[in-house]
């Protein structure tokens, strides 16, 4: 049986300089056909288009600081959303930094949208579930920034187990029962014999993670936060030789990332948010498959399946 969708876009892998290459951080995660915006840098609108989602399906947006090239789109899709008829209410979470910029947004640029914006700040210095509903839950990650900044951790909730169809057939169970015996309950036959729900059922698919680690340097409890997680996405602005520059603008470089990945036992680490002074991101690329060959560059138009 296929697993449920859980997809991660790259709209914007760059720093704060767009270039002819890179647009500046936006992603979208696609969880089950819930949509989740990861920041919301200039020209997201544009590029979005050539991933073929439908914008209106964005439920949450969750901000990871007040820079603009993660903020500076923010505007244009929400009044965008507006045009095209949107009634559903979209929340941003974000640091309460971001409170003042948002409510700017809607009351000079927005006035007129009839659906309704809500903020929710994140408390950036607590790791914490900060959203859920029936399929995922979204943790923040305090990140260490310039100023208030976290990442987000998003899990996939445990779903039921599996009917062996072929069971239920030989057995004779009514479609009523079902759902009864994914959630535990034993079947008796007309003659009174008692099948066990273990016979009938075969084991759920298993839990999903992804984790967006935008600006940041190291963060000692990182590794624990993230252990075991699917797929990370963790900043790699500089190559080793700008080492210094990282510690002094709040960044990482591609190894210190790929330590990250190696000490949280990762599947996969994405590298992104790439300083314009790469033409070519092999450099970090090799710096990182050093430490952790799971590792892979992002690009504009990139899609994951995890």
């Known amino acids: 049986m296929a697993m449920q969708k859980f997809d991660v876009h790259i709209i914007g892998c760059g720093s704060a300089l767009p270039t002819n290459k890179h647009l500046p951080s936006c992603q979208v995660v696609d969880l089950r056909d819930k949509l989740l915006l990861l920041d919301c840098g200039e020209g997201a609108q544009l590029a979005w288009r050539k991933t073929g989602l439908n914008w209106q399906k964005i439920t949450h947006i969750f901000l990871t600081h007040a820079h ?51 903020f929710e700040a994140v408390d950036t210095t607590q ?11 979204v943790w923040s990650l305090p990140l260490k920034h310039r100023l208030p900044c976290c990442g987000y951790l998003i899990k996939e909730k445990a779903g039921l187990p599996h009917i062996r169809r072929e069971m239920i057939d030989f057995y004779g ?29 075969t084991p759920p ?11 940041t340097m190291p963060v000692a ?38 330590s990250v990945a190696k000490a ?7 590298l992104g948010h790439f300083s314009a002074r790469y ?19 992002t690009y504009e138009g990139l899609k994951t399946t995890i």
Request: with cysteine; charged share 20%.
């Open 264 to 270: 949280a036992n990762v599947g996969t680490l994405m």
């Open 127 to 137: 790791h914490q579930c900060i959203f859920e509903d029936r399929s995922m839950e």
């Open 205 to 215: 698919d298993p839990v999903r993670s992804y984790a967006y680690c935008s600006d």
């Open 279 to 297: 033409e070519d991101e092999q450099v970090l690329l090799k710096e990182a498959k050093e430490v952790f060959e799971k590792t892979i560059l």
């Open 68 to 118: 603009g090239d993660h903020v500076f789109g923010l505007p244009g899709l929400i009044s965008t959303m507006g045009l095209m008829g949107r009634t559903a209410p979209l929340f941003v979470h974000g640091p309460s930094t971001l409170q003042t910029y948002v409510e700017f947004t809607m009351a000079h640029f927005c006035v007129n949208i009839d659906y309704e914006v809500h």
């Open 221 to 258: 409890e990182m590794a624990e936060w993230l252990q075991g997680v699917d797929l990370l996405y963790h900043e790699a602005t500089y190559a080793d030789t700008e080492a210094a520059m990282a510690e002094r603008y709040g960044h990482s470089t591609a190894r210190q990332a790929a």
């Open 173 to 201: 169970i009514p479609t009523w029962a079902i759902n009864n015996i994914k959630t535990g309950q034993d079947w008796t036959t007309a003659d009174g014999e008692t099948i066990p729900y273990s016979r009938l059922t």
